[in-house]
């Protein structure tokens, strides 16, 4: 049986984070929880057994950015090893050095085609099935 792919989902543009959401859920074996800012998944994971088998967060937030986030959330032990992904309208040329202690998968660069979604997210992090 195929496990899903239960993703966490940070961005802090509403547009964008229901596109993502759309996207995702086209394929039935990821569940995605979006939250639109940081501040507000913390709070979510803290009071949620759910845990995620892979993180998408967006870079560049108010308040908390994505390293941020993404620090704060592997001080936890249920994310310390938890695949990472992040979305960015900045090349990854200039945020790549930014990721590497971080132990990011990759990086998804604004604008996407939402049809190939997917399929990005899939090769970026090691599927659970």
């Known amino acids: 049986m195929t496990r899903v792919m239960r993703i966490l989902y940070v961005d802090d ?7 993502v ?3 995702l859920s086209l394929d039935p074996e990821i569940e ?3 939250f639109g800012s940081g501040a507000a998944a913390l ?3 803290e009071r949620d057994p759910w845990r995620p088998t892979a993180i998408i967060l967006d870079y560049m937030m108010p308040g908390m950015d994505g390293v941020t986030l993404l620090s704060a959330l592997r001080r ?3 994310f310390a090893q938890t695949p990472a992904v992040f979305m960015t309208a900045r090349g ?7 990721l590497t202690p971080h132990g990011v998968a990759g990086v998804i660069l604004k604008p996407f085609d939402p049809i190939e979604l997917v399929g990005a997210v ?4 090691a599927d659970p099935s």
Do not use: C, F, K, N
């Open 92 to 98: 990854t040329d200039v945020i790549g050095p930014d």
């Open 122 to 125: 899939r090769a970026l992090i």
């Open 43 to 45: 709070e979510a994971i």
């Open 13 to 19: 543009d509403p547009d964008i984070r229901t596109i």
């Open 32 to 34: 995605v929880h979006a």
């Open 76 to 78: 936890h032990a249920d």
């Open 21 to 23: 959401e759309m996207s």
